[in-house]
């Protein structure tokens, strides 16, 4: 039977390789995002390999959330799978210096908006005692790095959510997991330094993850027998040794 799949911020990065990675194997998809435009084009390419439908709404809008998941059509109310992949950095201040609105930013779209999602979803599951939520999280949710504090507290909490969901949800029969990146190479730096050059320098001199890696991972993890569930993941590339050591080459 064709599983159906919802996934947040499937504009870009690791959401959109997830989608490219999920039509290969015929997963029908919901792909959210709010760039009504690129959700578009995202869906006319994807089409040619398995049914799309798209919701174009901002995950931290907790009404327009709920309000887009209640007018998805027949053939798609229906989700077995949950991808919570929206989330963002701003800034890389430390926390004397920080900015209060890249702080909301950050705990609006990284933890408020993987529950405003999750909220919407969740019930149908647990109604039908199925379903499967990957909740992507980062190595800044498994520790704590120079001016991250509050992305790193964001990315934190995914991880303590998703611990709590696969606990509450175990009697359901629903399977929890988060998956954890360190470097992947997506527009993500670019948000998080607003645009500066540093943004490109990030990535050099070392081959640093690619959404399509994440996607690999993520797509064998809802694609394990029932009986397994991979509650977490944490992946680097092979230059990362962790958060603050990285091997460049000169």
Known sequence: MTKTALITGATSGIGEATAYEFAKHN???IICGRRLERLKTLKNDLEK???VHILNFDVRDRQATFNAITTLPEDFKTIDILINNAG???GLDPIQEGNIDDWDAMMDINVKGL???SKAVIPQMTERKSGHIINIGSSAGKEVYPKGNVYCGSKHAVVAITEGMRIDLNPYGIRVGAINPGLVETEFSKVRFKGD???DT???GFKALQAEDVADV????ISRPPHVNIADVLMFCTAQANSTIVKKEN
Do not use: G, M
Not at 218 to 221: C, G, K, L
């Open 49 to 51: 390999q398995t049914d």
């Open 202 to 204: 990030v990535y050099t």
């Open 27 to 29: 997963i029908r998809l």
């Open 218 to 221: 993520i797509y064998f993890a």
């Open 197 to 199: 050059k540093i943004a």
């Open 115 to 117: 529950l405003y999602v």
């Open 88 to 90: 963002n950095a701003h």
